[in-house]
């Protein structure tokens, strides 16, 4: 699977939009993009995946672009309850094992 | 959305001693299901993939005399943790898979931490 690569840590004010990039330049034409976050001390909770095209859903929008080494996960009004450690992971379509790099720590402040 | 229930939350044992976990997949049937460790400030770090009826596949470095896992039905897997040492103290998390679709879409469990004395 191929190799992502995060910011340490981002913050974003309560009530904007979140926006965490994500670079994956090894991907294959196989391979998905998936964005997983995981509250403290919690089970990881799955957001959204794509493979080329930009995807949304209730929780959150994955842009990525045309060459698909990069994408950004939106969260469009982040609340105190999306500090988390947002996690961009890329995986075949054959394959079920997930590879967890260290992530994204989103403070949203007040 | 399919939910993934694990048991216990929290363990606390004597070194020594062995402990069981069990992961649940609640409304739907898991094919496949997945343990990981991850200790303080860590990340996720896979330990074994189990299929229903069949032997896990453990990940390298992770002994399978120790961490024994039984996948003995599509909605019930168990991660034993045999004579637990100090070192062992972790969070567990299990995950689940359908493999109905072509992507990827793991639901996790909420964990279990362990503490060994």
């Known amino acids: 699977d191929a190799k992502t690569t995060q910011p340490t840590s981002m913050d974003c004010a309560e009530g904007r939009a979140a926006n965490l990039p994500c670079n994956h330049s090894t991907i294959s034409g196989n391979e998905y993009v998936y964005w997983y976050r995981q509250i403290h001390s919690q089970g990881p909770q799955y957001i959204i995946h794509?493979?080329?095209n930009n995807e949304t859903n209730e929780m959150a929008s994955l842009i990525i672009t045309e060459d698909r080494k990069s994408s950004t996960l939106i969260l469009p009004h982040a609340t105190l309850r999306d500090t988390a450690v947002y996690y961009c992971i890329v995986s075949g379509a054959g394959s079920y094992q997930l590879t967890f790099g260290k992530g994204t720590k989103l403070s949203v402040i007040p | 959305g399919a939910v993934v229930s694990q048991h216990p939350s929290r363990v606390i044992c004597k070194s020594g001693t062995s402990v069981k976990i069990e992961c649940r997949s609640l409304?739907?049937?898991?094919?496949?299901m997945f343990w990981y460790r991850q200790f303080p400030k860590q990340s996720l770090m896979l330990m074994a993939t189990?299929?229903?009826?069949?032997?896990?596949?453990?990940e390298q470095g992770v002994e399978k005399d120790k961490f024994l896992i039984n996948h003995a039905s599509l909605t019930l897997s168990t991660l034993t943790v045999t004579s637990a040492h100090p070192e062992d103290s972790s969070f567990y998390i299990c995950?689940?898979?359908?493999?109905?679709?072509?992507?990827?879409?793991?639901?996790f469990g909420p964990g279990t931490r362990l503490t060994v004395l």
């Open positions: 995950s689940a898979d359908t493999s109905e679709r072509s992507y990827n879409e793991q639901f």
């Open positions: 189990s299929n229903e009826g069949s032997k896990a596949t453990y």
């Open positions: 409304d739907f049937q898991a094919t496949t």
């Open positions: 794509g493979l080329k």
